[in-house]
C-alpha cells in the first residue's frame, strides 16, 4: 500500500485505496464502480444519512455493473467501503482523492484548500465538477499542477465517456495518468484542449435541450413527440456515430464535402438557433407538465431502474457494434496498449 509519505504515484492499474468526496448520486456512483475494480474506498460526506443513502444507491447499482462484467462479486464488498469524518482524513488515507463537491464555487474551493493542505503532493486530485473550469479551482490549491477535471455523465457507474480537462498549471503528466485511470476502469475517455464552462459535452447536449424547449414553448410538437424525435430518429444513429461523422455519410461517395456542396445553404439555415428561452414562471410549469407528460406521471425512481437496466443492453450492444466498425482491429490493439 502506497503510504503518505511515498513519492511517486502508483500507475493506474496499482491503485488500491481512492478517497471519495461528496456520496451524492455521483459520487456514490463512482463508489460503486470503484468497488466493483477491487479499490477500497474511503468517503466523506458530512450531509446527514449520507452513508446509508450512498450504501442504497451502490447496492441498486451493482447488478447493472454484474451484467456488464465489472465485477463477479454477487454483491459489494462492504468491508471496502468505511466513511471518513472529515475530507482532510480521507483525502490522507488514500492514494488518490475523487471530489463530488456540489457545484458551489465558494463551497469547492473550501474542501480542495483542505485536501490540498493535507494530501501529499504527488497525490492526484480528480473532479467530477461539470461546469468550473480547472484553473479557477487550483487558485485554492498550493500544489495545482496535481489537479485535472474527470467529469462524467450520468449515471457514472455505466455511461462510459468521461471529460479529461487540465487547467493552467495541470501537469501534462497528470492529464495523461487520468486519462489512462479511466481506460482502467473501463471509461472511455476524450481529452478537452481547452477550458469552458460546462466542458464540451454538455455544451452539445444542452444545445439540443435548448431546442426541445424551444419548441415545446412555440408549440411545434408535444413533450411525447420531441423526445420520440430523438429516441427514433436521432439516437439509433447517434449509438453509432457522432454528428461530423453522420454529416459525412450523409453524403453519399461525395462524403462531407458532397453534402456541404449539395446542401450546404439548407443546413445553415437548419442550424440557425431559435430565440433562446426563458426560464420564466410560465416556462417552467410547461416543462414540469411536459415531465410528467414524457414520464406518464410514474415516479422518477422507476424510471432510473428502467434506465439502469436498458443502458446495460444499450452498452453491450455498442461495444459489439465498435468491435466491428471499419477500422477497428487497429483501434482495438491501441486502446489495449495504453491500458496495459
Not at 3 to 11: G, I, R, W
Not at 40 to 45: G, I, S
Not at 196 to 224: D, K, P, W, Y
Not at 235 to 242: H, K
Given at each position: 500500500?502506497?503510504?503518505?509519505?511515498?513519492?511517486?504515484?502508483?500507475?493506474?492499474?496499482?491503485?488500491?485505496?481512492?478517497?471519495?468526496?461528496?456520496?451524492?448520486?455521483?459520487?456514490?456512483?463512482?463508489?460503486?464502480?470503484?468497488?466493483?475494480?477491487?479499490?477500497?474506498?474511503?468517503?466523506?460526506?458530512?450531509?446527514?444519512?449520507?452513508e446509508q443513502r450512498a450504501r442504497d444507491f451502490i447496492r441498486q447499482a451493482w447488478p447493472a455493473l454484474i451484467e456488464l462484467g465489472r465485477t463477479t462479486l454477487p454483491e459489494p464488498d462492504w468491508a471496502r467501503l468505511r466513511f471518513a469524518d472529515s475530507a482532510a482524513r480521507a483525502a490522507r488515507e488514500a492514494q488518490v482523492i475523487q471530489e463530488n463537491i456540489p457545484e458551489k464555487p465558494g463551497l469547492k474551493a473550501s474542501v480542495l484548500a483542505e485536501v490540498d493542505a493535507a494530501a501529499a503532493p504527488h497525490k492526484i486530485v480528480l473532479s467530477s465538477t461539470g461546469g468550473i473550469p480547472p484553473t479557477r479551482m487550483q487558485a485554492s490549491c498550493r500544489h495545482p499542477e496535481r489537479l485535472v477535471v474527470m467529469h462524467p455523465f450520468n449515471p457514472a457507474h455505466l455511461i462510459p465517456l468521461v471529460e479529461v480537462v487540465g487547467g493552467e498549471h495541470t501537469s501534462p503528466e497528470v492529464v495523461q495518468w487520468a486519462m489512462e485511470f479511466a481506460r482502467h476502469l473501463g471509461k472511455h475517455p476524450i481529452r478537452l484542449h481547452?477550458?469552458?464552462?460546462?466542458?464540451?459535452?454538455?455544451?452539445?447536449?444542452?444545445?439540443?435541450?435548448?431546442?426541445?424547449?424551444?419548441?415545446?414553448?412555440?408549440?411545434?410538437?408535444?413533450?411525447?413527440?420531441?423526445?420520440?424525435?430523438?429516441?427514433?430518429?436521432?439516437?439509433?444513429?447517434?449509438?453509432?456515430?457522432?454528428?461530423?461523422?453522420?454529416?459525412?455519410?450523409?453524403?453519399?461517395?461525395?462524403?462531407?464535402?458532397?453534402?456541404?456542396?449539395?446542401?450546404g445553404a439548407a443546413i445553415q439555415q437548419w442550424w440557425q438557433p431559435a430565440p433562446e428561452p426563458r426560464l420564466t414562471p410560465e416556462v417552467v410549469r410547461r416543462l414540469?407538465?411536459?415531465?410528467?407528460?414524457?414520464?406518464?406521471?410514474?415516479?422518477?425512481?422507476?424510471?432510473v431502474r428502467w434506465r439502469d437496466r436498458s443502458l446495460v443492453d444499450v452498452l453491450n450492444l455498442q461495444h459489439k457494434m465498435e468491435s466491428s466498425a471499419p477500422g477497428a482491429a487497429g483501434g482495438a490493439s491501441e486502446k489495449k496498449d495504453l491500458s496495459s
Open positions: 500500500m502506497t503510504s503518505e509519505n511515498d513519492s511517486d504515484l502508483p500507475s493506474p492499474d496499482r491503485v488500491e485505496r481512492i478517497a471519495v468526496l461528496g456520496m451524492g448520486s455521483v459520487g456514490a456512483s463512482w463508489a460503486a464502480l470503484f468497488l466493483a475494480g477491487g479499490l477500497e474506498v474511503v468517503a466523506h460526506d458530512p450531509a446527514p444519512g449520507a481547452t477550458e469552458a464552462s460546462g466542458h464540451m459535452t454538455n455544451r452539445l447536449q444542452f444545445a439540443l435541450v435548448r431546442e426541445a424547449i424551444a419548441c415545446l414553448v412555440e408549440g411545434v410538437a408535444s413533450a411525447r413527440d420531441i423526445d420520440a424525435a430523438v429516441r427514433w430518429g436521432l439516437a439509433p444513429r447517434w449509438a453509432l456515430m457522432g454528428g461530423l461523422m453522420t454529416l459525412h455519410l450523409a453524403g453519399g461517395p461525395g462524403g462531407m464535402r458532397g453534402i456541404l456542396d449539395h446542401a414540469v407538465d411536459a415531465a410528467q407528460e414524457v414520464s406518464d406521471g410514474r415516479p422518477v425512481a422507476d424510471w
